[in-house]
Structure formats: C-alpha cells, structure tokens
C-alpha cells in the first residue's frame, strides 16, 4: 500500500510542475505577444538590421516564433499533464485488492 501512495505523491510531483511550468510558459508567450503588437518598430529595428529584414518579414517571424513557442508548451506541459491526471482518476477508480478481501 505504502508503493502506491509513494508513486501517486511522485505523479502528483510531476504534475505540478508541469502546470506551473505550463502556466509560465503562457504568461512569457503574452509578454512576448504584447511587446510584438505593442511596439512593432522596435522588433524591426532591433532584428532587421542584423539580418537584413523587411518589416513584414520580421513580423511574420516574429508569429511564427509565438506559434511554435505555443505548440512546444501544449506538448511538452499541457498535455502530459491532462495524460497524467487521466491515468490517475483511472488508477483511483480501480477497485484495490484489499477492498476485496
């Protein structure tokens, strides 16, 4: 009995930081969404003179930056997390061997 509490406190474990982790990642992708929307001219100038850039380029790189950045924090935070949670409430609806006896 003593094993199955120690690996549900450790899935319990993961899955907090996976939430948090989940969590921080959103809040820096708005951080970063504001400052592209909000000062537009200072992504161009700092970005496109070192790479010789047009303004729409820098612009298109910069949202496919925030997209990739969101697919990479659903897959590696948002579903293990959702997966862990699952495998839990499955395990806790099992009924135990001892309940039998």
């Keep these: 009995m003593s094993g199955q509490n120690s690996v ?3 899935f319990d474990a993961i899955a907090g930081v996976l939430i948090r982790c989940f969590v ?4 820096l992708l708005t951080i970063w969404l504001v400052v592209v929307m909000g000062v537009p001219h200072w992504a161009w100038q700092m970005h496109g003179k070192f790479f010789d850039l047009s303004g729409e380029q820098v612009v298109l ?8 950045t969101k697919v990479v924090i659903f897959a590696l935070f948002l579903f293990p997390y959702i997966g862990i949670k699952f495998a839990q409430r499955k395990r806790n609806r099992r009924p135990s061997s001892d309940a039998l006896t």
């Design 8 to 10: 549900d406190k450790m």
């Design 61 to 68: 790189v910069q949202y496919t930056g925030l997209l990739m």
């Design 24 to 27: 921080i990642g959103i809040v």
